[in-house]
């Protein structure tokens, strides 16, 4: 009896743990895709275009993402260094320019599409709350000694960030790698940002598409 009590909440423990992880990770990857026929090599030398309205939240973006992308095997560049303002120059020819300057072996474009509203539905809940301090009896006390409370299902809306990222071979301007991403209720650009960089590097790399 005693055991099945201890497993019992070991399992609630284990379970609290996993809703708490979830709820802490707001930004997941719910599309992917890479070229399998793609022969290589690994790109060592990214040029970042973040395509965001704000040219500030641009350049911020861009130079975080170059530094997590940058280790000793590969580098990444940002593009506003190169191509002062996307809405005025983000033609071909300006970012072929840009390659050419950067000497990138590839070209990373991030786009954000705004945030939407997203209804979803909680399911009910039975909790039950111990009556301390009460005396029924030896008969009358196992079903007279939790008091039942139910908690009703109701609709609750989420704001969806949707952002698209693509990784391009620059010699051959072939789409070698892609991703949409989702993040869920976002409390920061900066929050945001670290999730997506992390989730995109660690897929591209998996991938094979960096070294």
């Known amino acids: 009896m005693t055991s099945n009590i201890y497993k019992s909440i070991y399992l609630s423990l284990i379970t609290a743990l996993l809703i708490f992880l979830n709820a802490c990770s707001t930004t997941r990857i719910v599309e992917n895709w890479s070229d399998t026929e793609y022969k290589g090599p690994a790109l060592s030398k990214i040029l970042v275009i973040g395509v965001i309205n704000s040219e500030n939240n641009r350049r911020k973006f861009e130079d975080e ?26 033609n071909k020819k300006d970012i072929l320019d840009a390659v050419e300057k950067a000497e990138a072996d590839g070209v990373l474009i991030v786009t954000t599409h705004g945030v939407s509203q997203q209804d979803r539905v909680t399911a009910g809940s039975i909790d039950y709350i111990p009556n301390m301090g009460r005396s029924y009896g030896m008969y009358g006390y196992y079903n007279r ?25 620059a010699s051959t301007e072939k789409l070698i790698w892609s991703a949409k991403t989702e993040s869920f209720n976002p409390t920061s650009s900066e929050k945001v940002i670290i999730e997506l960089e992390n989730l995109v590097v660690k897929d591209m790399s998996a991938s094979g598409m960096i070294k």
């Open 65 to 90: 993402f170059s530094e997590l992308l940058t280790t000793e095997a590969r580098k990444g560049v940002s593009s506003h260094s190169l191509i002062a303002n996307l809405k005025k120059s983000g």
């Open 145 to 169: 000694s939790h008091a039942f409370v139910y908690t009703q299902g109701n609709t609750v809306t989420d704001s969806v960030l949707r952002i698209d990222t693509k990784l391009y071979n």
